[in-house]
Nanobody
Framework: QVRLVESGGGLVQAGGSLRLSCAAS????????MGWFRQAPGKEREFVAA????????YYADSVKGRFTISRDNAKTTMYLQMNSLKPEDTAVYYC???????????????WGQGTQVTVSS
């Protein structure tokens, strides 16, 4: 009943920037946290960034710290990922995920988007 849709992916040169969005729709739900993950071909999905919805506290993987910024719009239940200084190794399908409050295990993500491709060329 919850749908997450990513947008904003595309092709960019190394050093460039992209801004990803993740919009929630369907059943109204309370959010504990939302996060971004990415997966390159043949590799496991890895954590990129997450944000606690009520406090806005942000967490980043070491590989993107200082380059990526996560933010949220509480009213729209929308999450953003500003990606600057992109590197070829950032190339992956980027997924957004939501940890619904009082559903499942806290800290585990309950809903996932379909992913959006980010390709960084050199």
């Amino acid at each position: 009943q919850v749908r997450l849709v990513e947008s904003g992916g595309g092709l960019v040169q190394a050093g460039g920037s992209l801004r990803l969005s993740c919009a929630a729709s369907g059943r109204t739900f309370s959010t504990y946290a939302m996060g971004w993950f990415r997966q390159a071909p043949g590799k496991e999905r890895e954590f990129v960034a997450a944000i606690r919805w009520t406090t806005g506290s942000a967490y980043y993987a070491d590989s993107v710290k200082g380059r990526f910024t996560i933010s949220r719009d509480n009213a729209k239940t929308t999450m953003y990922l500003q990606m600057n200084s992109l590197k070829p190794e950032d190339t992956a399908v980027y997924y957004c995920a939501a940890d619904e409050l009082r559903l499942g295990v806290p800290g585990e993500y309950d809903h996932w988007g379909q992913g959006t491709q980010v390709t960084v060329s050199s």
